[in-house]
């Protein structure tokens, strides 16, 4: 069983809202990841950290910032919401990489308005 | 340019008989590969993985196939059961990429008992 919690897990918004997304994990991984998915797609890597105070863009281009101040938390932020935003957001963490498993939460599905 | 792509995007079989998903990828510089499998509302959970070195991995009902000439994968699930009924994500790393993972569009499997 996974370890990995997301908060909320169904978000629904208004245009130029500012929102946060929780990650938590309890599995002490240092590696921790965000991707997006719109439906029938692939997942894309927009945010990572190997650790605390360590955060890096991914692949896709986000308007989102994350931050990573504690081992478990890895939140991210949206500061003005809008509708190009609507899709599934999903955390990830793991231990070692190298084809070892992550871990997935159970992801945030948000609508913005 | 998607890097790992997954063609089909469903595939129906039969309770008893063998499911094979297909997988492939453009990056040669891919060290691993995993299969996730994913239920409507829950985030990815890990099934099997393969090292570049080998050519297949093993575990209970998944067999993961890799051709490395023709940068090709396939997951072969024997026999199929109905709660095997996802989508199958196909996901590749990088070694030096600490867990980064690109993953294809996903395949919808159907068993129908």
């Known amino acids: 069983e996974a370890d990995i919690y997301q908060t909320p897990r169904y978000l629904v918004i208004g245009t130029g809202k500012k929102i946060t997304l929780e990650c938590s994990q309890t599995?002490?991984?240092?590696?921790m990841y965000w991707y997006q998915q719109d439906p029938g797609m692939e997942l894309h890597l927009i945010h990572y950290?190997?650790?605390?105070?360590?955060?890096e863009k991914g692949d896709l281009s986000s308007e989102s910032t994350v931050s990573r101040i504690r081992t478990e938390h890895f939140p991210l932020t949206l500061e003005s919401a809008r509708p190009s935003h609507t899709s599934q957001y999903l955390c990830?963490?793991?231990?070692?990489?190298?084809?070892?498993?992550?871990?997935f939460g159970q992801g945030t599905r948000l609508t913005v308005v | 340019d998607q890097q790992v792509k997954q063609n089909s995007p469903s595939l129906s079989v039969q309770e008893g008989r063998i499911s094979i998903l297909n997988c492939d990828y453009t990056?040669?510089?891919?060290?691993?590969f995993l299969w996730y499998k994913k239920y409507p509302a829950e985030g990815p959970t890990f099934l099997i993985s393969?090292?570049?070195?080998?050519d297949k991995n093993e575990d209970g009902r998944f067999t993961v196939f890799l051709n490395k000439s023709a940068k090709h994968l396939s997951l072969h699930i024997v026999p199929s059961q109905p709660g095997d009924s996802a989508v199958y994500f196909c996901?590749?790393?990088?070694?030096?990429?600490?867990?980064?993972?690109?993953f294809g569009q996903g395949t919808i499997l159907t068993v129908h008992p």
């Open positions: 393969i090292s570049s070195i080998k």
């Open positions: 599995m002490g991984h240092d590696k």
């Open positions: 996901a590749a790393e990088d070694s030096t990429s600490y867990g980064k993972l690109t």
């Open positions: 990056n040669s510089m891919f060290d691993y």
């Open positions: 950290s190997y650790g605390v105070n360590s955060t």
């Open positions: 990830a963490s793991s231990e070692y990489g190298g084809g070892t498993e992550a871990f």
